[in-house]
Every structure is written in structure tokens, then in C-alpha cells.
């Protein structure tokens, strides 16, 4: 007998009782800088604005390593990340609706990297969001990251 499907089956077992990580998004709080190391000492890579959605990938004390929309990974200061979500265009110009569905009246149009306050994620794709001025609708999910 072969070893190999009793060895896939050992995998498959072994995987399903480990646990299931979830994505988890935050927001910068305002601007800052973001280092290469979890430490002021560190090289400064970039300033990230305010409003920004970042993922969160490690946390230490005090420190979190963020992913941002383009794939890059940083570290930032914990007291600089909110719990508030929001969300960033990464199409052209993203159309968001009235309605959560093809054909629903234009609420308003935002451009490539505009930051939206992410509401809810609803079934069929679509993401409810709201802009700073106060206009909500709905976007299709593939037009934003961060949620």
C-alpha cells in the first residue's frame, strides 16, 4: 500500500483543525511614517495618509506590520491605527450607487485612491460605503481594497 494517500489524508486532517485566520483591516489615523523595522530607529519607507486602509499582518507591543492596496508590507506605530474602517479606490473612477444592483441611479463617482468609510460588505459583490461629505451608495467590490 502506498503511503502517499494515507500521508494526504494525514495533511488534509491537519488542516482542517487548524485555526482559520481572518483578514483584518484598519485605518491610519493620520499621517505618519512607516519603518522597516518595529522601531523609531528604523529606515523610514514612506509617509502613509490619513484615512488610509492597511491590513493587519503581525502585532507586537506597540508596533503593527500592515500591508497596504499595492502589496507592500511596513511597520507602524499601534497608536497611529484606528479601529474605524475604511476602504480606497484602486480603479480609475469607481461609480457608487443608490441601490446594490447593475443599472441603480449614480450617488457619486470617487477616483483612484480615495479613501470611503466602509459601512458593510452585502451578498452579490457589492460594499456599502460612505464618503467624507456624507453621500453613501454602493460599490462594487472589485473597485476598492480594505475590506
Do not use: C
Amino acid at each position: 500500500m502506498s503511503r502517499l494517500p494515507i500521508f494526504a489524508l494525514f495533511t488534509f486532517l491537519v488542516g482542517l483543525s487548524l485555526p482559520v485566520q481572518a483578514i483584518e483591516y484598519r485605518t491610519v489615523e493620520t499621517a505618519t511614517v512607516l519603518y522597516d523595522t518595529p522601531s523609531l530607529r528604523g529606515a523610514k519607507l514612506f509617509v502613509v495618509r490619513r484615512d488610509t486602509p492597511v491590513e493587519l499582518v503581525v502585532s507586537l507591543e506597540g508596533w503593527v506590520k500592515v500591508r497596504d492596496a499595492e502589496g507592500s508590507l511596513a511597520w507602524i506605530e499601534k497608536k497611529d491605527i484606528s479601529e474605524r474602517r475604511t476602504v480606497i479606490v484602486k480603479t480609475g473612477r469607481a461609480s457608487i450607487l443608490r441601490k446594490n444592483e447593475e443599472g441603480a441611479p449614480l450617488s457619486f463617482e470617487a477616483e483612484r485612491d480615495v479613501s470611503l468609510d466602509y459601512l458593510e460588505t452585502l451578498p452579490g459583490g457589492w460594499i456599502k460605503v460612505r464618503h467624507r461629505d456624507g453621500q453613501e451608495g454602493f460599490v462594487r467590490a472589485g473597485e476598492v481594497w480594505g475590506f
